[in-house]
């Protein structure tokens, strides 16, 4: 069992940055792969990105390929998504999940409860 807390959101300018966090609980987290997705109003949820366990092989979005960077720390069972150049587009709730690595929900077993990130114009 794995628990997934995420912080960091917030309300920022658009150009801004925003370092969002995932702490997970449990002692297995090493082994997972994890990946970040977003949900803006009105809209489905959509794929951001994702970390191999070994946080060699990463996997982005288009839409965020050269602005957001996924890395992980196993030590601290944390796993963080850096927002550079955001945009007002990038207005969602973030979550974070535990178990895949590719851009379907269905392959993630675990979800954090989601963070609020504003960007205004």
């Known amino acids: 069992q794995v628990q997934l807390v995420e912080s960091g959101g917030g309300l920022v300018q658009a150009g801004g940055s925003l370092r969002l966090s995932c702490e997970a609980s449990?002692?297995?987290?090493?082994?997972?792969?994890m990946g970040w997705f977003r949900q803006a109003p009105g809209k489905e949820r959509e794929f951001v990105g994702a970390?191999?366990?070994?946080?060699?092989?990463?996997y982005y979005a288009d839409s965020v390929k050269g602005r957001f960077t996924i890395s992980r720390d196993n030590a601290k069972n944390t796993v963080h998504l850096e927002m550079n150049s955001l945009k007002p587009e990038d207005t969602a709730v973030y979550y974070c999940?535990?178990?895949?690595?590719?851009?379907?929900?269905?392959?993630?077993?675990?979800w954090g409860q989601g963070t609020q990130v504003t960007v205004s114009s």
């Open positions: 970390i191999r366990w070994s946080g060699v092989r990463l």
């Open positions: 999940a535990a178990g895949g690595t590719t851009a379907r929900e269905r392959d993630y077993a675990y």
């Open positions: 449990g002692r297995t987290f090493s082994r997972y792969s």
